[in-house]
C-alpha cells in the first residue's frame, strides 16, 4: 500500500471505527442468513473503500457508509431467497397499518421490561418476519438512528413510505410481543382480552 | 388538538419527525393533558426498551463478527492508532482518578474564596470530551446507562428524553466537585460533546454564590473558557448541561431533562 493509499485507509478506519458495532448489528438483523454478515461486511467495506475518494469530508459518513452495506444485504438476501422469508421487497408501500389489540396493548404498556426481559429471541423472529423493505426501515432508524428522510435517501423510497412502513412494522412488532406474552402468561393477570 | 389527535402522531413526536407546528400543538395538548403525557411516556419507554432489545443483542452473528479480518480482507490497513489507546487503556483510568483527584482538591474557586461549580465541572467536560478523563461506563444506550447510575449515587440521575432534548448518550461517571459526590452522563448533540452533572440539591450549600444566582434566576447560564453552561435545580437535583455548543440547545437539554418524571 503506497503512503497515499495508506493515508486514505486511516481516514476512512478513523470513520469507520465508531460505526463497527451499530453496523454489525444492523447487518445481522437485517440478513436473512445472519451468518453471512462478516461476508457482506467485508464486500459493503471494499466497495465503499473503493469510492472513498468520492466522500466529500463533512458530510454525512454514516448515511453514505449504511447505503453500501443496505445494497450488499439487499443483493445477498436475493441470492439467499431460497431461505428468505416471503418477502414483499418494495411493493407494500401503502398497505394500511396492522390492527393492534389496544387493549392488551396497554397491559403491555404498564410493565414493559417483564415483557422484554423474556423476548429477545421473539424480537428477533418478528423482525425476521417483516417484509424486507419493513426490516430494512425499522432497523435504520433503530439501530442506525436514522431520521426518515436519511432512511428515505438511504433506501431510495418517498419519506411517506418510510413514515407508513416503519408505523405497520412497530405495530407488528408490538403485535408480535403481545401474542409471545399472552402465551405465556407474561400480562398480569386478569388482563387477557 | 383532542386527544385521539395528538395520540395519532405520538411517533412523529417521539421520532422528532414532523413539522414544528404539530410539535408546538403536541406539547401544548402534552401540557394540558396528564392522560396523554403519560401515555405518550409509556409509548416512549416501550419503544425504548425495543430499541434496546434491537441494538444491544443481535445474537451471535452481530458478536461474532471480526472487523480486523474484514477491513484486511477489504485491502483496508487498520489504523494502529487505535490499538496503541486500547493498550494505554488502564494507564489512561490511573490518570483519570488522578485527574479527577487533582479537580476534586485543587480545582476552581471564585473570588471570594468558594468554590466554583462552574469551573470544575467545565475542567471535567473538557477532560472526557478530549478522552483523557476515561468514561467509567460506556453505552449508548439510555436505558443502560440509567441502570448504571441509578445503584451508585444516592439521588436520581436519569438520560434525558432522547426526542426531546436530541441528546445522544455515550456514557456516565461519577466524581467528586469540590467535596461533593456527582454524577456525569456524557454524550453529544448535533456531534458535538455535551456533559450533564448531575448533584444532590443540598450541595449548593457548598457553592453560596451559586445558591444566590439561582435563588435570582431559577435557570441560568454562564461561560467558562471555551464552554457554554446552562443550570438549575429540578426537584431533588442541582442540573448543569455543558458543551462547546450554542446555548438554546443545551437549555433544550437542561429542559427536556427537568420534565422527565423522578419517580418513574
Known sequence: MNPADHTKAERFVAHLEPLQRQLSVYCARALNQRDESED???????????????????????????????????????????????????????????????????????????????????????????????????????????????????????????????????????????????ENGLLRKGDTA | ????????????????????????????????????????????????????RLTANAGEGATAVDWSRILNGAGVTPVRRARSWKMFGSLLTALAAGILLMIGLFGGFSLDGSPNLAHLSAEVHQH?????????????????????????VPFPVRCPPRKDSGFAVRGAGMCQLSNQSAAYVVGSVDHQPVSIFVLPKESLNEF????????????????????EMVLSVFDKNLILVIGNIDRTKLTRVLKSYGTYPHSA
Open chain 2, 1 to 52: 388538538m383532542k386527544c385521539h389527535d395528538a395520540r395519532r402522531y405520538w411517533d412523529l413526536y417521539h421520532d422528532s419527525e414532523g413539522d414544528a407546528d404539530l410539535h408546538f400543538q403536541l406539547n401544548e395538548h402534552l401540557d394540558n393533558c396528564v392522560e396523554c403525557a403519560e401515555w405518550f411516556h409509556k409509548q416512549s419507554r416501550l419503544e425504548s426498551l425495543v430499541k434496546e
Open chain 2, 128 to 152: 472526557v470530551s478530549a478522552g483523557s478523563l476515561r468514561l467509567e461506563f460506556e453505552s449508548e444506550s439510555d436505558i443502560d446507562v440509567d441502570r448504571y447510575l441509578v445503584n451508585r
Open chain 1, 40 to 182: 457482506v461486511l467485508q464486500s459493503a467495506v471494499a466497495n465503499a473503500f473503493r469510492d472513498f475518494d468520492k466522500y466529500s469530508e463533512g458530510t454525512n459518513f454514516k448515511a453514505w457508509m449504511y447505503r453500501y452495506v443496505t445494497l450488499e444485504i439487499l443483493n445477498r438476501n436475493r441470492a439467499s431467497s431460497r431461505l428468505a422469508v416471503p418477502s414483499g421487497s418494495l411493493e407494500p408501500a401503502h398497505e394500511p397499518a396492522l390492527h393492534i389489540d389496544s387493549f392488551r396493548l396497554e397491559t403491555l404498556l404498564d410493565a414493559p421490561e417483564i415483557v422484554l426481559d423474556h423476548c429477545d429471541e421473539v424480537v428477533a423472529i418478528c423482525v425476521r418476519q417483516l417484509t424486507e423493505l419493513e426490516r430494512k426501515i425499522l432497523l435504520l432508524r433503530a439501530v442506525g438512528d436514522f431520521k426518515y428522510r436519511e432512511i428515505a435517501e438511504i433506501l431510495d423510497v418517498p419519506i411517506g413510505t418510510v413514515m407508513g412502513l416503519l408505523s405497520r412494522a412497530g405495530n407488528q412488532l408490538r403485535n408480535g410481543l403481545l401474542d409471545y406474552a399472552h
Open chain 2, 208 to 227: 453560596p454564590e451559586l445558591r444566590l444566582i439561582l435563588q435570582r434566576e431559577p435557570m441560568t447560564a454562564c461561560r467558562e473558557g471555551n464552554s
